[in-house]
């Protein structure tokens, strides 16, 4: 009888654990395989509506020079203190809002490349949602040059058109899930993920200037002709889908 040597033994496994563990891979394998792959849709829904622009912005500007900068400067701030006080005047909240803007004085060159003098600037902004008193006032500011008009959307106007955009956007959104559903041979859908952003199209822009007057002298009571147009308001819905039987 040899004897065997215990480094030329085989281990065995016990019989159970072998096939406990065929008994395993068997069901994992066919779980893995009934897993079906998913199929979502990316797209985008949109609803917009033109309206018309409610805030007017009128921007005007003093111009003086001269050899002394202070007398410059004081020429300056008393044109711009009689503006203001005449503007004030018709300034209501929502209304018509005054603002001064760019005040500023700087060396003046000659062709020679050397200082001739000093030459100051200082604006004044009117802007509200009353177009005739925005443009009534700006037409009695004496002193002043118009360099700057147009129409934007007010903050007010955007909000109160929001909700209902949001709401035609989303049901836009959820029509279209529903159709392209059935069209592939699908039941139904499940939302995966969803962004709805409203938007300004108009982005607040300044239309071409209406109206420019060219000087003091030509300054007179008459309010500033204006034309608001339109600007547009929209809101989006972008998401994911899965389709489902």
């Known amino acids: 009888m040899h004897a065997i040597h215990p480094m030329n033994r085989r281990p065995r496994w016990p019989t159970a654990m072998v096939a406990l563990g ?3 891979a068997g ?13 979502q849709l990316s797209f985008s ?9 409610d805030v007017l912005t009128v921007s005007l500007q003093a111009v003086r020079d001269g050899t002394d900068a202070a007398v410059v400067q004081s020429a300056l701030k008393q044109v711009l203190d009689t503006a203001l006080n005449e503007a004030r005047k018709a300034a209501e909240p929502g209304a018509l809002a005054v603002r001064t803007e760019g ?5 003046r060159y000659g062709r020679e490349g050397k ?3 000093w030459t100051g600037t200082a604006g004044l902004v009117l802007e509200g949602r009353d177009i005739a ?3 009534a006032t700006a037409g009695k500011l004496t002193g002043l040059t118009i360099v700057g008009a147009g129409y934007s959307l007010s903050r007010e106007l955007r909000e109160r058109h929001e909700a209902e955009l949001t709401a035609q956007a989303i049901q836009k959104f959820r029509s279209r899930a529903d159709e392209m559903a059935r069209q592939f041979g699908y039941s139904g ?20 200037l ?4 060219a000087s003091a002298a030509q300054a007179d009571a008459a309010p500033m002709p204006t034309e608001a147009g339109k600007g547009l308001l929209s809101a989006t819905v972008q998401g994911t889908v899965t389709l489902t039987r």
């Not at 069901?27 to 199929?39: G, K, L, N």
């Not at 859908?189 to 071409?208: F, I, K, M, T, W």
Request: charged fraction near 15%.
């Open 22 to 24: 065929l008994a395993c």
């Open 27 to 39: 069901p994992m394998t066919a779980v893995a395989a009934d897993v079906p792959p998913a199929h």
């Open 45 to 53: 829904a949109s609803a917009s509506l033109e309206v018309t622009r």
């Open 103 to 107: 005040f500023n004085l700087a060396l």
């Open 115 to 117: 200082p001739s003098g």
């Open 133 to 135: 008193r925005v443009a």
């Open 189 to 208: 859908y499940q939302l995966r993920e969803v962004n709805v952003q409203a938007s300004d199209a108009d982005g607040g822009g300044r239309p071409p």
């Open 210 to 213: 209406v109206m420019m007057r």
